[in-house]
């Protein structure tokens, strides 16, 4: 465990917090006007090993030498100049910090998104200190600074991350489904039908580093991925990406409690460990391993029954009611993965220099049109 202090006077800025793997949907964003939830669990930090937020650089201010050595091996439209290692917390976790009362707000119409720089300062010796995030369409965080706050160990040190045999006893996956609210909306009111349900911000950024790993492991052949909704969720984006063909590489899921995939699987589905971030697998094996968050790779990989949503109103405290309706609503649209987080992903694999692999890149915009995106 450990607590964040300001570096100018040494105030405690955090509870006691514990180290997990930072969010594949960190920085994603969702929508248009979507009221996301906080990115952090209670009780949780992780931490950015890549620069984060301003100054920017433009591509065309960066020697292709620079943005390569910054593992950048293809165009994107900025890169931060900022530090790594910002430290993402949950809000309620801060203590001690007030909100920059003016300027460096940033953000458009719905809130902060800490563009202009840190927006929360020490409330002891006003050193700026982190920036608030809150904005629609982004996830709500607070980022520490690296170079304002210094870590300091609770107890002698952070606790041991849990076993995979742990993990599965304790298995909690992320629904592939939830209902979303927006401005104007209020999320608990009425009936469940009145829920903008859709498909989870979560699985659509996991889909997106997933999508760029798979065209990397394909080698530009056919990819077979299993059906259901691992097939849901990948197979049409590969297919338009890919070309068709007899010579189809298969994609299965492997990871804890799954059997061993027999010799003929030339790709694995794999979990990363929610607290180290480490893939599950043998460093020798010679299929290509896609990682896949536990909470999304353990959905997939042992599906949960649908289970049925109440009708509408209120019964009182201790009375259970029997009344269910149809199981939860399902997106009224195919899936599609995140953008943002499969361009993040795949210009950060050298196999983007691949002149098939980057013409894909170049087409992005022809895929979000056709709604892969």
């Not at 492991?217 to 049409?236: I, K, M, T, Y």
Request: net charge negative.
């Amino acid at each position: 465990m450990f607590v964040f202090v300001c570096a100018g006077c040494g105030a405690e800025l955090t509870t006691a917090l514990s180290q997990v793997a930072l969010p594949v949907h960190a920085h994603q964003k969702y929508g248009n006007g979507t009221q996301l939830p906080v990115l952090m669990e209670s009780g949780t930090f992780a931490l950015d090993s890549e620069p984060w937020g301003p100054p920017w650089r433009t591509w065309e201010d960066l020697d292709p030498d620079e943005a390569a050595a910054r593992g950048v091996h293809a165009p994107v439209y900025a890169l931060s100049d900022g530090l790594p290692g910002a430290i993402a917390i949950a809000p309620g976790d801060a203590r001690n910090t007030v909100l920059v009362p003016e300027g460096r707000g940033g953000g458009y119409c719905c809130g902060l998104d800490g563009a202009d720089g840190p927006n929360v300062a020490c409330a002891e010796c006003a050193l700026p200190v982190a920036s608030r995030i809150d904005d629609c369409s982004l996830w709500q965080a607070l980022w520490l600074a690296p170079n304002a706050v210094h870590r300091l160990p609770v107890d002698g040190a952070d606790a041991v991350p849990s076993s995979w045999a742990q993990l599965m006893a304790d298995a909690r996956g992320t629904p592939p489904f939830e209902p979303l609210a927006g401005w104007g909306l209020r999320l608990n009111a009425g009936h469940w039908s009145n829920h903008v349900w859709s498909w989870s911000p979560q699985w659509e950024a996991a889909a997106g580093r997933a999508l760029a790993h798979l065209l990397t492991a394909s080698e530009g052949r056919p990819v077979v991925v299993p059906d259901g909704l691992a097939g849901e969720v990948f197979q049409r984006a590969l297919d338009t990406m890919l070309p068709a063909g007899s010579q189809a590489r298969r994609a299965v899921l492997a990871g804890p409690g799954r059997p061993v995939p027999d010799g003929q699987a030339d790709i694995l589905l794999v979990p990363t460990h929610p607290q180290t971030g480490v893939v599950w697998g043998s460093a020798d094996s010679t299929a290509y391993l896609v990682p896949l968050p536990f909470g999304v790779w353990l959905w997939l990989a042992f599906p949960e029954p649908e289970l049925p949503v109440p009708a509408s109103g209120v019964l009182p405290d201790g009375v259970l009611r029997d009344d269910f309706d149809s199981p939860a609503p399902h997106a009224r649209h195919l899936f599609r993965a995140d953008p943002g987080t499969f361009q993040h992903t795949l210009v950060r694999l050298p196999a983007v220099r691949s002149p098939w692999l980057r013409a894909i890149l170049d087409d992005l915009t022809q895929l979000l049109q056709a709604g892969i995106f």
